[in-house]
């Protein structure tokens, strides 16, 4: 369990403790460095003209030595033998092997390797560094040029983040090159603290990615994640923490670190945990160790129902891969690291045999395995074990006749990039051996040699390194050490007959020109729900077209309401933030998903209001031309003569005009109907007005005349004079209506003031002042003609017409009167249909009041139709 702090103070322990075992050359003292101490490790080695380190994990445990430097030699006691760890180690050898043997890579070179066991232990792997990078000679003489071959030239490993950067925070002083096959903390990507480190798995930057693109895939935005207490799992949940929202948008349900050991209440404390979430991913970035003591608790509380996904580190790990197991973990979703194929690596293993003579250290990690595989002992055997019926090894055993993962070669991945590692050192020295004299990239273009090497030369070319595996995989280092990130997806699946097959469903990789790219066989993939589809797992539904997220108070940002979107505004997507307006002329459909066209309103044909106005229109148009036929038929006749007739056909004319123009005002409004419906009933009622001013003023002057001495007044209400005055009042008004649609006129307006669904047409009058002119015009001609009227009403005469204008003034003056309030508190269309009643009434008014009398006496009386009986009582008063 390392933290930062953790190894801060572990380095400048074992470092004060390193330097003060070294003396450093003076005038004064021998010009040499004595070892002050030897810290034996379980290791393998071979000489070469250059010697390669390599960090491989050969056992789980190990109980922890003393740190400091004594005379006395420390051997680790390390415990739990690794196989998949012993072949990483093993690969490499392999590796080196393989490039002695290509005369084209590195000739007339001979590479050599040292590796040591770390026992997953971070003292024992920063020891082992220390030892590869300052040598095992105990007396070391300094000449006085300081130059020379490093002890080895670059070290492979090591497979942890936590003990990668302990150690090469002190290599990395020292420019020592590192190339870690399994070290994945983002943070190792920093060159100023880790200058000289590279890696050849890809970042848990990216891993962190590879499984935010799955969570997103299958719309996993609710998961759980579980972290190892060190710093692989501790810059993974920064990373999720930080990359998970903006570029997934998921949120983490919890956060729990697994203790380092075994620690069963807080195992017991987090799978609670897990049990009351609602999330039912849950991602755990640890290691296998973390895993067993997790799923005892799993198991235990019988935790079902889960899909688990898992970090590289223990993707492939076969120890969890048990029918004891498998019923909880079976389904899992794991990334891994890419596999690769290393002809010749299994022959290659079968070639190990034990070394009988050096059983007590330096060369027993092959007899480790060698007592692992075949639970033998070499002589001399512990006490004991020949008297409880233990075997002896004899070194001469058959490796494929016994059942271990060792010979499997099908499934390599660490193994893969421990093979590449060593290649990619090896073309960095074959570059740098390449180099021309004079054309070198150093300074004075001098060029690095194995005589005169500088770990930070090797640096530079590893830098620029390029090179393609016999696998068909590119290699090469970014600026910050890191290979090309690409990793495999695989899926847990425990067949029928109890065994587990980890089969690759997909891969997520990176690229410079396509940028993250995932791709996933889903027919490949097993799910362990009874659907036998993927499983949900959200914090809140989804929100559907027509609703918006609004975020839980106090709760992730997964958790949220789905709130209606309000009148007029939309979302056709799911999980939208916010709601659209529909445009000005569109309506938000029922459901909020989509904008439909808004409903118009005006005063239609196809409605019954605008029916019965169309239809009463047209019939007072019929009336009115059946009382003008009836009148021309009977123009001869006294009553039809009588008060001018000429006045007469004329009012019938313009009533006949009033009652059509009420039609303008049904349909839909245009710029010319608009125009054409204010000025038609202005003229129209002012050409009718006028006819009754003049038949009413021709009325006062008659019986004026038939007095003594007025016959005078007659000359100026002659035939010529009343067509004049009709049309000076009639012009009077065009005028009126003319200036009012030259500065403002009246056009038609699509109103939402009313209703925000509809759209209501309607003519707006532009200057208000012009109507209120055009319909006081018609008032004051209306007034006049009521006075004059009401004044000759008691006039003698048998048929006294005044009487008759009087009354429909009268309704007249009433229904305008009533039209003001009625047309400025009516909305939309129905302001129209109190402007086209209040012309009809009105029409009707006068049609009726006027001309219902005469067409009676014409019709059902026509006795009374003669002169006579017209003029009788006129004579008698």
């Not at 330096?362 to 395995?369: A, I, L, S, T």
């Not at 009718?688 to 003023?697: A, Q, R």
């Not at 925000?756 to 055009?774: P, Q």
Request: with cysteine; glycine share 8%; hydrophobic share 40%.
């Amino acid at each position: 369990m390392w933290t930062f702090l953790d190894i801060t103070l572990f380095l400048i322990m074992v470092l004060c403790s390193f330097f003060s075992s070294a003396v450093f050359p003076s005038p004064l003292q021998s010009s040499s460095c004595q070892l002050q101490g030897q810290f034996h490790l379980n290791g393998m080695h071979k000489d070469g003209d250059v010697v390669l380190g390599g960090l491989f994990h050969i056992h789980f445990f190990s109980s922890y030595p003393d740190l400091s430097f004594t005379s006395e030699p420390q051997q680790p006691t390390c415990h739990g033998f690794d196989v998949s760890g012993f072949r990483q180690a093993l690969t490499m050898a392999f590796t080196i092997d393989e490039i002695n043997r290509n005369s084209n890579l590195l000739p007339n070179v001979t590479l050599g390797y040292r590796l040591y066991d770390n026992c997953l232990q971070l003292g024992i792997g920063f020891r082992a560094a220390l030892s590869l990078a300052s040598g095992q000679e105990e007396q070391v003489i300094l000449h006085k040029t300081c130059v020379g071959t490093p002890p080895v030239l670059g070290i492979v490993g090591d497979s942890s983040s936590t003990r990668s950067i302990a150690i090469s925070t002190v290599l990395g002083l020292y420019r020592v090159p590192m190339v870690s096959y399994f070290a994945t903390c983002s943070c190792l990507s920093d060159r100023q603290k880790f200058p000289s480190f590279f890696r050849t798995i890809p970042s848990d930057a990216f891993q962190v990615h590879a499984m935010i693109q799955i969570l997103k895939h299958f719309g996993w935005t609710w998961a759980g994640l579980l972290i190892s207490d060190n710093d692989y799992g501790f810059h993974a949940a920064s990373s999720f923490q930080s990359d998970l929202g903006p570029s997934g948008g998921g949120c983490l349900a919890y956060t729990e670190i697994l203790p380092w050991g075994d620690n069963p209440a807080e195992f017991r404390r987090i799978v609670d945990v897990m049990k009351k979430s609602t999330a039912r991913v849950v991602i755990v970035f640890a290691y296998q160790s973390d895993m067993i003591n997790l799923m005892k608790e799993v198991v235990r509380q019988n935790v079902t129902g889960l899909q688990w996904i898992a970090s590289e580190a223990w993707t492939s790990a076969t120890v969890l891969q048990t029918p004891h197991l498998m019923p909880y973990l079976d389904g899992t979703l794991g990334i891994a690291i890419r596999r690769g194929e290393m002809p010749g690596l299994r022959d290659f293993l079968l070639q190990i045999r034990p070394d009988l003579h050096h059983n007590s250290y330096g060369n027993n990690v092959v007899n480790q395995f060698w007592e692992y595989a075949f639970q033998c002992r070499f002589a001399p055997p512990p006490a004991g074990w020949v008297e409880a019926g233990g075997a002896l090894c004899t070194g001469q055993e058959d490796l494929e006749s016994v059942e271990t993962e060792f010979l499997d070669v099908s499934n390599l991945r660490p193994e893969y990039n421990v093979y590449k590692a060593v290649y990619a050192l090896a073309y960095a020295l074959d570059n740098m051996l390449q180099c021309e004299p004079g054309r070198g990239p150093f300074s004075g273009h001098s060029c690095g040699n194995l005589q005169r090497l500088e770990p930070w030369q090797l640096v530079y070319y590893l830098d620029k390194v390029n090179f393609t595996t016999s696998f068909g995989d590119q290699m090469s280092f970014d600026e910050n050490g890191d290979v090309l990130p690409i990793y495999d997806i695989m899926n847990w699946q425990w067949l029928p007959d109890g065994r587990t097959e980890v089969q690759t469903v997909g891969e997520v990789k990176k690229s410079a020109f396509k940028g993250e790219e995932l791709k996933l066989d889903e027919d490949k993939i097993f799910w362990n729900f009874e659907s036998k589809k993927p499983p949900q797992s959200v914090c809140s539904e989804s929100c559907p077209p027509g609703t918006r997220m609004a975020r839980k108070k106090g709760e992730p940002e997964c958790c949220f309401d789905c709130i209606p979107c309000s009148e007029g505004k939309i979302t056709n997507k799911t999980d939208s933030m916010e709601c659209t307006s529909c445009p000005e002329d569109f309506w938000s459909s029922p459901q909020r998903d989509h904008c439909v066209p808004k409903k118009t309103e005006f005063l239609s044909y196809s409605e019954s209001l605008g029916i019965c106005l169309a239809a009463t229109s047209l019939l007072g148009t019929f009336i009115c031309a059946v009382v003008l036929g009836i009148f021309i038929y009977h123009r001869q006749t006294p009553i039809v003569r009588a008060n001018n007739s000429e006045l007469s056909f004329q009012l019938l004319l313009s009533l006949k005009l009033c009652f059509l123009c009420s039609l303008l005002f049904i349909g839909r409004p245009r710029l010319w109907t608009c125009q054409l419906r204010h000025a038609a009933f202005g003229i129209s009622f002012v050409l009718c007005v006028s006819c009754i001013l003049v038949k009413t003023m021709v009325v006062l002057a008659v019986f004026k005349a038939s007095k003594p001495g007025g016959e005078a007044s007659l000359k100026w209400f002659g035939a010529m004079q009343q067509r004049g005055t009709v049309f000076v009042l009639t012009c009077i008004q065009a005028a009126i209506c003319t200036a009012w649609i030259i500065s403002s006129s009246p056009a038609p307006h699509k109103n939402t003031q009313y209703h925000n669904d509809k759209i209501v047409y309607e003519c707006v009058v532009g200057s208000t002042v012009g109507f209120a002119v055009l319909l006081g015009y018609i008032g004051l001609l209306a007034i006049l003609s009521f006075l004059l009227a009401f004044l000759a009403r008691n006039l003698p005469d048998s048929f006294n017409e005044a009487k008759l204008i009087t009354f429909s003034m009268l309704i007249f003056c009433a229904v305008w009167v009533a039209f003001v309030p009625a047309y400025i508190s009516s909305p939309g269309k129905y302001a129209d249909a109190v402007e086209a009643f209040a012309i009809l009434a009105s029409s009707f008014g006068l049609l009726v009041a006027l001309f219902g009398p005469k067409c009676y006496i014409i019709l059902l009386r026509p006795e009374r139709n003669t002169k006579k009986a017209i003029m009788g009582r006129g004579i008698e008063s």
